[in-house]
């Protein structure tokens, strides 16, 4: 379990989750929201920087797809930020195409706080510092804007596959 | 904010020695945050992540990542305003340099 800083307690009645777009346009999501919508249950495998991977892992949680359903937006990269003050960039065509998730339950109970709960951001396809915890909000961006880690030194993309750890991999 | 997982400052002596030729062990530095001046061995250390992560010891806002990777050794302080090193002369001198 890696944490750059405390875990923040989130109430859920104060939680939400904001998408603004790159004209400024916002949509939110309250919990109740966000529970509403309809629900996935990814069984995936998810890989860490360290060089740890955990196999079959089972997560409860709403498909970006649904999320950005709707959404006007030619962004091509996201700014993802979590209560607390991390953030982290992807590429927008990552978060769609059934491969990322807000992501509230693991292995059938709810996430706990310090592992991103209420809510996290789950992209298995890309290293897990992608995975924001305790997600709060997309930035939808024209241009990458290098997050936490990346600014300073890690990879802008993060692929396992081909061991995308640092700048220059 | 309630949990405990970090160490103190005084553990990234020895990551920083690599970078420095001066001893940042006496270092003080100032929180860019909240202005707090301090020795950096007080600040909150995150090592449970994919660097080293400093926070202030009172506003608990980042003050230094310090990233390791198998070619380079990255250091960003944008969190903190000043270092300051003891270094004393070797002669004592009258005035300003």
């Known amino acids: ?169 | 904010m309630t949990d405990m997982s970090y160490l103190d400052g005084n553990m990234l002596d020895a990551p920083l020695r690599e970078l420095f030729a001066v001893d940042l062990s006496g270092a003080v530095g100032r929180c860019e945050n909240c202005g707090a001046v301090g020795p950096m061995g007080t600040l909150r250390v995150y090592s449970h992540a994919p660097g080293l992560i400093g926070r202030c010891p009172s506003c608990a806002q980042v003050m230094l990542r310090f990233v390791r990777s198998p070619n380079w050794a990255r250091l960003d302080l944008r969190g903190t305003t000043f270092l300051q090193v003891p270094m004393p002369l070797d002669q004592p001198h009258p005035g300003p340099i």
Request: glycine share 10%; proline share 7%.
């Open chain 1, 1 to 169: 379990m890696l944490s750059a800083g405390p875990t923040p307690k989130v109430p859920l009645d104060s939680w939400e989750f904001v998408i603004t777009t790159e004209t400024g346009a916002e949509y939110r999501w309250s919990w109740s929201e966000l529970m509403a919508l309809p629900q996935e249950t990814p069984r995936v495998d998810i890989h860490c920087v360290t060089r740890w991977s955990k196999l079959g892992t089972t997560w409860q949680g709403v498909s970006l797809d649904t999320l950005l359903d709707g959404i006007d937006t030619d962004a091509a990269y996201v700014l993802a930020h979590s209560y607390g003050g991390y953030t982290t960039n992807l590429p927008l065509d990552d978060l769609r195409g059934g491969r990322a998730w807000v992501a509230h339950t693991f292995e059938g109970g709810d996430l706990p706080a310090e592992h991103g709960g209420p809510a996290r951001l789950l992209v298995p396809h890309l290293y897990f510092w992608k995975s924001a915890k305790w997600v709060r909000g997309l930035r939808l961006l024209s241009a990458d804007q290098p997050g936490f880690w990346e600014t300073a030194g890690y990879h802008d993309y993060g692929d396992p596959w081909r061991e995308q750890r640092y700048q220059g991999d």
